[in-house]
């Protein structure tokens, strides 16, 4: 089972255009929603990440936009370049798991020139 | 800081082997988390260590095992190694018993 839904796989986004990317989660334990980067050849790298005290943060010119009563979180990437194509993968965790952390299967995004 | 590094990069294997994969964590981080990658399946949590003790262990069967030194490298052994198996392995650290994970580029482990 699935415990973080991530949506869409694939995105094709015009430089300088908004990418956006939805997660969903079902349990209400989680606490930490983070978000990775992986380029080819390359393990996640950690972009940004959220707890469920707020609802949004941002950071240069990624937010992240979380709804704690939909259980829904979700990545905007404000004009985005070619250099921003990449995997992107959304997770989850709870702290009364320690550092076990769900994923989403992935948003392979492309950003057009 | 040096980043998590993982050795070795690429690892052909055959069936019914078995494989032993190491990760030395970012100085400092005493957590190490293992992930399986796979294009069908995403990442999948292997198991974390924190301190030379397994803390959490997914639904992987008991094959996959690991350990964790008292340096905090931490390695992960696969037995009797079957096809579905080809994965790429992540190794991730992380300076706090909960907290924010650095991932390594991964072994990239085939099974023929």
């Known amino acids: 089972q699935q415990q973080v839904k991530q949506s869409p796989q694939s995105l094709i986004v015009q430089k300088g255009g908004i990418s956006i990317i939805n997660c969903a989660y079902e349990?209400?334990?989680?606490?930490?929603f983070p978000w990775y980067q992986q380029f080819p050849g390359k393990g996640p790298a950690l972009l940004i990440a959220?707890?469920?005290?707020?609802s949004e943060k941002k950071e240069g010119r990624f937010t992240i936009s979380f709804n704690k009563s939909a259980k829904q979180f979700s990545l905007h990437i404000m004009d985005s370049q070619p250099g921003d194509s990449a995997t992107y993968f959304c997770?989850?965790?709870?702290?009364?798991?320690?550092?076990?952390?769900?994923f989403g299967t992935g948003t392979s995004l492309t950003v057009i020139p | 800081k040096a980043g998590v590094t993982q050795t070795p990069r690429y690892l052909i294997k055959t069936r019914g082997q078995q494989v032993t994969l190491s990760c030395s964590p970012i100085?400092?981080?005493?957590?190490v988390s293992w992930y399986q990658q796979t294009p069908g399946q995403g990442l999948q949590f292997l198991f974390e260590?924190?301190?030379?003790?397994?803390?959490n262990k997914g639904n992987f069967p008991g094959r996959f095992s690991g350990r964790q030194f008292s340096n905090s490298r931490s390695e992960m052994n696969v037995s009797t190694l079957e096809l579905g198996d080809s994965a790429l392995y992540l190794c991730?650290?992380?300076?706090?018993?909960?907290?924010?994970?650095?991932f390594g580029p991964g072994t990239r482990l085939t099974v023929t």
């Open positions: 959220i707890r469920p005290d707020v």
């Open positions: 991730a650290s992380s300076p706090r018993p909960i907290g924010e994970q650095y």
């Open positions: 349990n209400t334990a989680f606490d930490y």
């Open positions: 260590y924190f301190s030379e003790t397994q803390r």
């Open positions: 100085s400092g981080h005493r957590s």
């Open positions: 997770a989850a965790n709870s702290r009364a798991t320690g550092n076990q952390f769900y």
